[in-house]
């Protein structure tokens, strides 16, 4: 039988990345600078958490599936990439959730 190579922890890498951009942006709305949905801090803490572990998820699963190894950088692209998208649409559905 062929041994297909596995992207080693792959949750672990892509839940990294989600913990670098959840501190980044905690960090950006201690500065002043929030998403235009935000109202409040305690709203836009939790917002935050589901924005940034939603993406690292998706791509732990994306990752974990493949049958190809996913280096490191197309970890990190395919987070970036996907965090663009799903607060994108956060913002765009944010009137009807109001």
Same mark, same amino acid.
């Given at each position: &039988? /062929? ?6 922890? *792959?949750?672990?890498?892509? +839940?990294?990345?989600?913990?670098? #951009?959840?501190?980044? #942006?905690?960090?950006? /709305?201690?500065?002043?600078? %929030?998403? *235009? ?6 709203? !836009?803490? %939790? /917002?935050?958490?589901?924005?940034? &572990?939603? *993406? ?5 699963? +994306? !990752?974990?599936? %493949?049958?190809? =190894?996913? *280096?490191?950088? $197309?970890?990190?692209? !395919?987070?970036? !990439? +996907? $965090?663009?998208? =799903? ?8 009137? &009807?959730?109001?």
């Amino acid at each position: &039988m /062929q041994e297909t190579n596995r992207t080693q922890s *792959p949750y672990i890498k892509a +839940l990294a990345c989600s913990a670098v #951009a959840f501190a980044l #942006a905690i960090g950006a /709305q201690f500065l002043g600078y %929030s998403l *235009p949905s935000f109202t409040t801090r305690t709203e !836009a803490v %939790s /917002q935050l958490v589901a924005l940034a &572990m939603v *993406p690292g998820l998706i791509v732990g699963l +994306l !990752a974990k599936k %493949s049958t190809r =190894v996913w *280096p490191l950088w $197309l970890i990190i692209c !395919a987070f970036i !990439a +996907l $965090l663009i998208v =799903v607060t994108i649409v956060h913002e765009i559905t944010a009137p &009807m959730r109001a």
